[in-house]
């Protein structure tokens, strides 16, 4: 969880989940001066479960662990048909989704 130092004052934030096999979950939050940013993922088996707050007056960049070959599903509809979300491409090894303000719950299954 990071400012994009582009846009200070956490105005856009970089969310990017830092996998490792030792590590099955994590979750943080942050008061900022638009509100709390809050990030909770866990690792499992078959699927990746990544749950966020944005704060109003803000938005993210949001870094997908690269998972090729399985779909994003945000609160259980394929992110693709969602006309909020906005992939932007590939980067640091995953996928980029760009969103606004709001509570997500995604899946990568």
């Given amino acids: 969880m990071t400012p994009d130092f582009r846009e200070p004052g956490f105005?856009?934030?970089v969310l990017r989940p830092r996998l490792t096999g030792q590590l099955a979950w994590s979750r943080g939050s942050y008061y900022s001066i638009h509100g709390i940013?809050?990030?909770a993922w866990r690792n499992e088996v078959d699927a990746f479960i990544w749950a966020i707050?944005?704060?109003?007056?803000s938005?993210?960049?949001?870094i997908f662990?690269?998972?090729?070959?399985k779909m994003i599903y945000e609160n259980g509809k394929p992110m693709d048909s969602s006309t909020v979300?906005?992939?932007t491409g590939d980067s640091h090894g995953g996928f980029v989704v760009?969103?606004?303000?709001g509570n997500y719950h995604f899946e990568i299954r």
């Fill in 98 to 101: 760009e969103v606004p303000s």
């Fill in 65 to 69: 662990p690269a998972n090729r070959g």
């Fill in 11 to 13: 105005k856009k934030i």
């Fill in 37 to 39: 940013i809050r990030s």
């Fill in 53 to 57: 707050t944005i704060p109003p007056n």
């Fill in 85 to 87: 979300l906005k992939y």
């Fill in 59 to 62: 938005s993210a960049k949001l």
